[in-house]
């Protein structure tokens, strides 16, 4: 069942429901001031960073779940009802949103008027722009009242929904004509505000919610709305928020448009007040002024789509199949964009008050994000490689608005290095830009500490090589991918974090993923150092790649799959020897991935296997058979119940490196069965069950233990997103970025035989045909056959290529 559809010439997905199984959300900006918005334009909004400058406030937990966000009222008569359908929740004539590229619009009727709401945040400001049209097409004038209506959040989300006893004295408002400015904590040490306007005159404004919503009332009905009438009340303490009340009257065919402004600005400490106790408006003037016509707006909203047309133009695919196209060339690379932007922080699911951004998930981020905005991407991996240890060690997490290391988490995550080298290998590879390598760039963020970024790469992999246990794999530490494989942790009272619980490191419990990883971003390293002429490193790099990759042969390999790790009793962990988690999924992808035992045809073994005892209808499920008890020695692994999350669910993220893994050793039809299952196009029919966004992919899918199998969870901030584009769009379809060029090597089911990649790449705009022909078999550059794969480095501005296969 659906409860929407795709249009992709628009690049949207249409809901035509407000009754969809969860919210499901968008997000708006791109670059500082962000904004989430759900199909019922619930959410909230913050800058930068969702823990630190929350501006609007959201309530996790709450039921309904999804009251909140931006409130429009509209008041004929006796009906109230909201276009985007909450929260007056009155049954509409006609509900659709839209979710596009970086914007929602709903569209509604009720009794004859139409009211459109598109809201967005402009490229380049720190303003969430709500466009409001009504028309009326009833044969009668309409005397309407709209009523709009946000909640501020006391900024620190987490004092927010925590600290009663100083919030409920602390807020503060100004109210200058139609603009309301939340000024709390001000006075002190602040020196940001935030305001809610609207360009016309209003009949009236709340900023006190009590007064709004009335005794005992509901956002379904407030007081005010109800009475048409605002308070003109002017909050002191207790909860703050921005309320508008406007008188329209539209005549028969009459159209009227208004614009909500939820604006923030930060001030120079020396020109913070006008007056005393009177804010300096001066930059929120500046802003207000420049999104106050519908002209302003419309260009505003047009520069945004012309934006995501030029990103999404680098990478473009046609082939005959919908989904594939719809997914390559919108939703894969949207989804990326939102993750670069977020990482881990602010979703639905995640509430921007815990993880700010995750070092390993950053790094994987990146790779499906480099050919969007490669500068970005160039200052990510600086602020990232800025929170790295002198030993090569890093922070596992930090914060966006300070990108100081977070110390509540620590380090200890024994995987987290070697992901600096994967996204600086797949930057250089994208661009070209080794002088990145070059840049002075700080350990634990310490002035005076710095050193080139290679040197940080260096350190990443003398690491692993300066960590391993008794059989010669790298030791796991607290974690590594996997957060719940806590091998070091032994945890037995309730509340523990089962990551940083004890020292959490041993000498002992090693991880035969991080082998796999090393073997592959040892490898990837061991290549730039090549091209910049440190030949000898390379070579004790691949030394040290053929060590690991030996005693992953000897000690990794279970017979018929990889082994997931040692415990620290040197217990295997995910072999046939175990009761229960016998097969994991990570080493499968991973070590096949890297080629161990490629000659033994392990890689061969270790997919067939993962065929047999992982793979169901959604997916790939990350182990078999689930733990059904607690086991302190693996940790919280085995605290989910059986078929959710690590334990047993389809942890999303690993399934394109089985996909990748297959490509790897030639079965395309393999890699494009698993490609397909988890993907969100290829299950919007399924959305009854699913129940996330069917645009985007969701962390986890309840795996077959599970009493809710195939209903999905924690949609939208994971790292799939950027494996399934990087799987898709460079080991199946095949058009992938090297140190010297792009390569052109698809790896194809039997199915799909015929497409075209559009592709930019280092100033080249690439148009890549791949076709049947066996007769021809091979590449063609320009009309000329050559050797190999790749695509030289060159001066052209376009190359036509044809690929035969
Ligand atoms: C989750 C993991 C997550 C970790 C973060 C665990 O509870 O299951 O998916 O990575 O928390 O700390
Ligand atoms: C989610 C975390 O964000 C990610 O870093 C981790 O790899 C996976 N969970 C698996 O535990």
Redesign the pocket.
């Known amino acids: 069942m659906k409860y929407g559809y795709f249009d992709d010439p628009n690049r949207e997905y249409v809901i035509t429901t407000p009754e969809t199984p969860l919210p499901w959300i968008n997000y708006l900006g791109n670059d500082g001031f962000y904004g989430l918005i759900s199909n019922t334009a619930g959410g909230y909004d913050f800058y930068r960073d969702a823990k630190l400058r929350r501006i609007t406030r959201f309530r996790y937990n709450n039921v309904p779940n999804d009251f909140g966000g931006r409130m429009y009222y509209i008041k004929d008569g006796d009906t109230v009802w909201s276009p985007a359908f909450l929260p007056a929740g009155t049954a509409l004539d006609s509900y659709e949103c839209r979710h596009g590229m970086g914007y929602t619009t709903f569209t509604s009727v009720k009794n004859s008027v139409e009211a459109k709401l598109t809201a967005f945040v402009p490229l380049g400001d720190s303003c969430e722009l709500n466009m409001l049209d009504l028309v009326n097409n009833s044969g009668e004038t309409k005397e309407l009242t709209v009523f709009s209506c946000i909640e501020w959040c006391l900024w620190n989300a987490v004092d927010d929904a925590n600290n009663y006893q100083r919030n409920l004295s602390i807020g503060e408002l100004e109210v200058i004509g139609s603009t309301i400015y939340h000024k709390t904590e001000y006075r002190e040490r602040r020196n940001h505000y935030a305001f809610f306007t609207v360009n016309t005159d209003v009949a009236g404004f709340d900023t006190d919610r009590d007064t709004f919503l009335g005794a005992r009332r509901f956002w379904n009905d407030p007081v005010v709305v109800e009475n048409g009438k605002s308070g003109d009340s002017v909050a002191s303490g207790w909860y703050p928020i921005a309320s508008h009340s406007i008188k329209v009257k539209l005549a028969p065919g009459e159209k009227k448009s208004f614009i909500f402004q939820l604006g923030y600005v930060e001030v120079d400490r020396d020109k913070k007040w006008e007056s005393k106790g009177v804010i300096n408006k001066a930059p929120a003037k500046a802003l207000i002024e420049k999104y106050n016509s519908e002209a302003a707006c419309d260009k505003a909203f047009a520069d945004l789509a012309a934006y995501w047309s030029n990103l999404l133009s680098i990478y473009h695919l046609e082939s005959g199949n919908d989904k594939l196209n719809r997914m390559v060339n919108i939703w894969h690379q949207y989804q990326c964009m939102v993750t670069f932007n977020m990482s ?1 922080s602010a979703s639905y699911w995640e509430t921007g008050t815990g ?1 700010g951004m ?1 070092f ?2 950053s790094c994987q981020d990146l790779l499906g994000f480099m050919h969007l905005v490669p500068d970005r991407a160039r200052a990510r991996i600086i602020d990232i490689a800025s929170i790295q240890f002198e030993n090569g060690s890093t922070y596992h997490q930090y914060q966006p608005l300070t990108k100081r290391g977070n110390a509540d988490i620590g380090g200890g995550f024994n995987d987290d290095p070697l992901w600096l080298v994967a996204c600086t290998c797949a930057y250089i590879r994208e661009t070209g830009d080794f002088t990145i390598l070059d840049h002075p760039t700080p350990f634990n963020n310490v002035e005076g500490s710095e050193k080139p970024l290679l040197e940080h790469l260096r350190r990443s992999v003398n690491f692993t090589i300066n960590n391993k246990g008794p059989h010669g794999l790298p030791l796991i530490g607290r ?1 590594d ?4 494989l806590n091998l070091n942790c032994f945890s037995y009272e309730p509340g523990e974090s089962f990551q940083t619980f004890g020292p959490s490191e041993g000498p002992v419990a090693e991880s035969v993923f991080i082998a796999g990883m090393f073997v592959k971003y040892g490898l990837e390293y061991a290549d730039l150092c090549d091209h910049i002429g440190l030949a000898d490193e390379a070579a004790t790099i691949r030394n040290e790649v053929n060590n690991v990759k030996t005693a992953t042969e000897q000690f990794g390999w279970d017979g018929e799959w990889f082994v997931r790790a040692y415990d620290a009793n040197g217990n295997k962990v995910g072999s046939d020897e175990c009761e229960e988690g016998k097969i994991f999924i990570e080493p499968q992808g991973f070590c096949t991935m890297a080629g161990i035992g490629q000659e033994k045809g392990y890689g061969r073994k270790a997919l067939d296997s993962v065929k047999k005892y992982l793979v169901n209808d959604y997916g790939v499920e990350i182990l078999a058979p689930c733990y059904t008890t607690y086991h302190v020695e693996l940790g919280e692994i085995s605290s989910y119940p059986p078929g959710y999350k ?1 334990n047993g669910a389809i ?1 999303t ?1 690993n399934n394109p490196w089985v996909s990748v893994a297959a490509t790897v050793i030639g079965d395309g039809d393999m890699a494009f069965d698993i490609y397909k299952r988890s993907c969100p196009a290829f299950l919007e029919d399924v959305s009854e069950i699913h129940r996330t966004e069917p645009y985007v992919y969701s ?1 986890m899918i309840a795996g077959r233990s599970a009493p809710r199998y195939g209903e999905a969870k924690n949609s939208f901030l ?2 799939t997103a950027a494996w399934a584009f990087v799987d898709i769009s460079q080991a199946i379809l095949g058009i992938t970025p090297t140190l010297d060029g792009l390569s052109v090597k698809p790896c194809l089911p039997a199915d799909l035989d015929d497409y075209t990649v559009t592709r930019r790449y280092r100033g080249c705009e690439y148009h890549i045909h791949v076709l049947k022909d066996p007769a021809k078999k091979g590449l063609y550059v320009d009309g000329t056959a050559t050797e190999g794969n790749l695509i030289p480095i060159n001066d052209a501005s376009e190359i036509e290529v044809e690929y035969y296969i």
Do not use: K, L
Not at 481 to 484: A, E, L, Q, R, S
């Open positions: 881990r993880r995750g390993r998930d974690a991918w996997n957060d719940c690590e942890f993220h962390q994971t790292g």
